[in-house]
């Protein structure tokens, strides 16, 4: 396969070359031209799914652009009332169009003729969409995406001052690494007041969404908003009993190692209790890892890792920054977090971060390298809809990506004595993120199948929930304040519910990668390469079958996994 980062923006055949998203008024035409359309032939019907995908990719491109601006500066008004018009005023009356279109292709005597081979995940993604599809949703899924974004705005805010200076919570979270102890106390307690002030504005916030969604499920047939969602999210290929199985998989084999973790941790500290403040430092006289300097520099250090583990992946972040598809850096008043923001008419993606100068961040970088690459890698794809592909693969991208790059961290750092200390903190990451997963997992199970619980019944659940996946071996004696707001933090229970698990199935993906590239790294590279070209056109076990992993998430293969991952953690 030959590969080009030379990325061309998709040609317009239906819609005028100028148009721009504005106004419904001046969109809903081209909707309902694509309605009243006839057609005679298969030739024809291709012909209008080329449309409806074009219309699609320009309309979906807009919406990113609005969320990308706003989050680059929640202070700007301008910025939030132009995303809030879109979710509003635009999204709402497009739905209904949506619907019908489904409607007409599945009707379409033609659509049988459809290659099936090619079409069938699309077309049953239309099924779905139509079978969940209710008028009376509309205006509260409206809702819920404006609102979903005060997470980004109540976060957006949060600052501490560490000596003399104001930081966001992101910078702040540096001097956790640091090799003073009294210092991590001090700005850990400082991150987790600054958190308690907004404490009830995050409760208030999340309340409101769990009603909303309620309804979304209820008003569409379900018993709870988690069995709706589990559909809408395209889940045909494991069920909630899966994901119970993968919770008691991660008590079962991952907890005894990041018990082991931990311990050595503490040991190599010299402490009596490993205190949460403690988990990211180093002993005095050894200073944190400082990979880089500024956004360019870990842009650059990351091209030049991508280069060496093949070329067409430096080639991609090269053409994002021609295009100025980067805000890095974190800085007051930008939201939290980070995300590579497919960009479906352009064909480059964007990507959006808060990098502080820490390891953490060289993580966060090669995790949305992996998705652009994965963004390039499908855009070539005919329709718009064969370029959504499942989270549980979009994920493997960006894990394994982590991973691979591992091996070409030299360009980070220039001694071996950094590079095994990277390494090592980058697989402890990779166990220790399993526990976490299945508490936020689990937690979302237990909110959407009650939804009608008190502020004190969500408090109490979630301490249960984090208990059962904590190994006791860090002592949070004298911090529960802090414990009992944690899941605050994780802004995906706010913006994208149920979405989370993802992360643990497509590790389990990304650590079967790189069990590949130890043996054969040309291979490993080739396989991922050959399955996240497939996009969205093949089922979730069809998509891991083509990088010659299992779909599996059973204890065994968990434990599997988890022994080779202990293996080379000790080779370090």
Known sequence: MTLSADIKRLERYFLPKDFTVTTWDALEPYFKTLLEKEINSKEDLNEWLKDISEVEAAVSEDACWRQIKMTCDTTDKKLEEAFAYFCMEIQPKLQPYADKLNRKLIQCPFTD?????????????????????????????????????????????????????????????????NEDRALREEVYRKINERRLQDKQAMHDLYTQLIERRDKIGINAGFKNYRDYKFLELGRFDYTKADCYEFHESVKLHVLPLVARINEKKKEKLGLDALRPWDTEAEPAGIKPLHPFEGGRELLAKTEKCFEELNPFFAACLRKMDELKHFDLDSRKGKAPGGYNCPLTESGAPFIFMNAAGQMGDVTT?????????????????????????????????SMAMELFSMDHWEAFFDNAVDLKRAKEHQL???????????????????????????????TDKWLEILNEFSTHTIDFSGLEAYRKIGWQRQLHLFEVPFYYIEYGIAQLGAIGLWMQYKLNPERAINNYIKALSLGGTKTLPELYAAAELKFDFSPAHIQVLMDFVKEEMEKL
């Open 113 to 177: 003729e459809l290659d099936k081979d090619k079409f069938f995940t699309y077309l049953r993604s239309v099924r779905k969409s139509i079978d969940l599809f209710r008028e009376e949703n509309i205006p509260i899924q409206a809702e819920l995406s404006v609102m979903q974004q005060q997470y980004g705005v109540i976060a957006g805010k949060m600052t501490v001052e560490v000596n003399g200076q104001e930081y966001t919570l992101q910078q702040a979270s540096k001097f956790l690494e």
């Open 365 to 397: 970088m090669v995790h949305e390298g992996g998705h652009a690459v994965h963004s390039f890698l499908s855009h070539g794809l005919e329709l718009s809809a064969f370029k959504e592909y499942p989270m549980e693969i979009a994920e493997v991208a």
């Open 428 to 458: 402890e990451r990779v166990i220790t993120i399993f526990p976490w997963i299945a508490t936020i997992d689990k937690f979302q199970h237990w909110v959407y199948e009650n939804p009608a619980h008190t502020i004190e019944e969500r």
